[in-house]
């Protein structure tokens, strides 16, 4: 119900295990973009345009970072920062980010300026600029991103440059 979202957690079973209604102040027009469980028991989620919410079991607000980019993809990593994929991001905006959700401080971000604003891919613009769908952060610290306006799968290194690329 996009009006009233919820974060349901189901088994293999298909039996739900533990669910929370997104609270009406997080809901954007987009409504959740993502959710995972988090580290503490309850679930990360991206409410698009407005940021990224991490619950306890409760359902109560324990820790955000509040913003217009956050929107698609959200994961916890091993040192507790959140990787964050901000889709509808223009030209020299983070597409990717790490934040410190203690802190709100962005760390490691990638705009693809430096590796994609060449041609074919510099004017390309259907819904941001590389329309980032998903990131994930591999054990050996490299970066797994979807870069849809590019029909692209790209895996990053720790400074942002393509180790290899697979284009649709």
Known sequence: N?????IVEVDREGTVVWQMRVPAALIDSNAIMDATPSAAGGALFVSDALGVFETNRKGEITRSYEGA???H???QLDDGNWLVTNGWAL???PHFMEVDPDSG???WKWTG???YDVEPYSEIYREGWIHANAAQRLDDGTTLVCLRNFNMVALLDAAGDPLWEVTF
């Open 105 to 107: 401080t962005v760390g």
């Open 69 to 71: 980019l956050p929107s």
């Open 2 to 6: 996009p009006k009233s979202p919820r």
């Open 73 to 75: 993809d959200v994961d």
């Open 91 to 93: 030209k020299g905006e």
């Open 113 to 115: 300026e430096a590796q």
